[in-house]
Nanobody
């Protein structure tokens, strides 16, 4: 079992930056692929970014490429989402998710992930 706790959300102006953190419990964090998803009011949850267990591969949604970066620190059991050049359309609740080793399927799909955090609100004002 893995517990995920997101932090770092808040209110920021257009063009600003935030760094989200996701702290994971458990000794097997380094074996999990990790992802970030977001859900805006009235919309479905959507993929934002993902990173392989080693950090060697990263995946980004087209809408955030060039602005967001995902990284992880396996020694600290933390995954980060650095968000730059934020836009009002980035406003959403951001969720961290963990995918157990051995899972198959697309990193872009929420179905791949086994554990989810409670989410952190990001609001970008225009």
């Amino acid at each position: 079992q893995v517990q995920l706790v997101e932090s770092g959300g808040g209110l920021v102006q257009t063009g600003g930056s935030l760094r989200l953190s996701c702290a994971a419990s458990g000794r097997t964090f380094s074996s999990y692929a990790m992802g970030w998803f977001r859900q805006a009011p009235g919309k479905e949850r959507e993929f934002v970014a993902a990173i392989s267990w080693s950090g060697g591969r990263t995946y980004l949604a087209d809408s955030v490429k060039g602005r967001f970066t995902i990284s992880r620190d396996n020694a600290k059991n933390i995954v980060y989402l650095q968000m730059n050049s934020l836009k009002p359309e980035d406003t959403a609740v951001y969720y961290c998710a963990a995918s157990k080793a051995g899972n198959y399927g697309s990193y872009y799909s929420s179905e791949r992930y086994d554990y989810w955090g409670q989410g952190t609100q990001v609001t970008v004002s225009s």
